[in-house]
């Protein structure tokens, strides 16, 4: 009879900590171009990016055969045919979109930044809390280049 209270509280603990973390993902971080690059990932391992190079981060950019430009508009009209995901900011060299999970609502930033000299389209996309995404940003960055590369 004591395991029913017990297990009551755990519960009401679980959701209360879910719901604390949906909330706190609503919070914007600082993003945009620092030095001309998209930002490196923090050392939690709920962050992909092109521009890390230490394994556990590490995604692929995008190579650009055709226009620069219009292939980074391409791109980013794609992103933006996503599901629960939303434009926060455009440059003609920089995407930053917010992209909520389809339960409970947490946010993670992409973001999209086109290198003309190396004809490369860098990716960049983390999760606003947490520890671990169980591997969704690398999963986010896979799915974008499969549309781009018209495999979906």
Do not use: W
Not at 45 to 57: E, F, I, L, Q
Not at 70 to 87: A, N
């Amino acid at each position: 009879m004591r395991s029913k209270p017990l297990l009551l509280v755990v519960l009401a603990l679980v959701v209360t900590t879910v719901v604390a973390l949906s909330f706190a993902s609503r919070r914007r971080p600082v993003s945009g171009l620092l030095d001309g690059h998209l930002r490196p990932c923090p050392t939690s391992p709920n962050c992909a990016s092109s521009v890390c190079g230490d394994g556990a981060h590490e995604a692929h950019p995008l190579p650009v055969y055709g226009d620069p430009q219009s292939e980074f508009e391409r791109l980013v009209g794609l992103t933006q045919s996503q599901p629960r995901t939303e434009l926060l900011q455009l440059t003609e060299d920089y995407a930053h979109f917010e992209v909520s999970t389809r339960m409970l609502r947490f946010r993670s930033d992409l973001e999209l930044h086109l290198d003309v000299p190396g004809r490369l389209i860098q990716l960049r996309s983390a999760s606003r809390v947490g520890h671990s995404d169980f591997g969704s940003n690398h999963a986010t960055l896979e799915h974008l280049r499969s549309l781009f590369q018209g495999r979906e």
